[in-house]
């Protein structure tokens, strides 16, 4: 497999991995995407649906760039 094939595909998390790796419970989660929030987050990833239901999952490059962009932050 080459660097270009793997660089190209894209992950889906579930909510259940994006609480694993932000260390944010799910209220939290959903707290960052609503805009009616105090603890509203503009750069927080927003999901997207996943097929006709209710399933929703987030890009993890996505996840993963604002788990950096926190880490930048908390470090200046």
């Given at each position: 497999?080459t660097?270009?094939?793997?660089?190209?595909?894209?992950?889906?998390?579930?909510?259940?991995?994006?609480?694993?790796?932000?260390?944010?419970?799910?209220?939290?989660?959903?707290?960052?995407?609503n805009?009616?929030?105090?603890?509203?987050?503009?750069?927080?990833?927003?999901p997207?649906?996943?097929?006709?239901?209710?399933?929703?999952?987030?890009?993890?490059?996505?996840?993963?760039?604002?788990?950096?962009?926190?880490?930048?932050?908390?470090?200046?």
């Amino acid at each position: 497999m080459t660097d270009n094939f793997q660089s190209s595909i894209l992950t889906i998390l579930r909510r259940k991995q994006v609480e694993a790796r932000t260390g944010l419970s799910r209220s939290t989660i959903y707290d960052k995407i609503n805009k009616r929030s105090p603890r509203y987050d503009p750069r927080f990833p927003k999901p997207i649906r996943l097929g006709d239901g209710d399933a929703v999952g987030w890009i993890e490059t996505e996840i993963v760039a604002w788990i950096e962009l926190c880490i930048r932050l908390s470090r200046q």
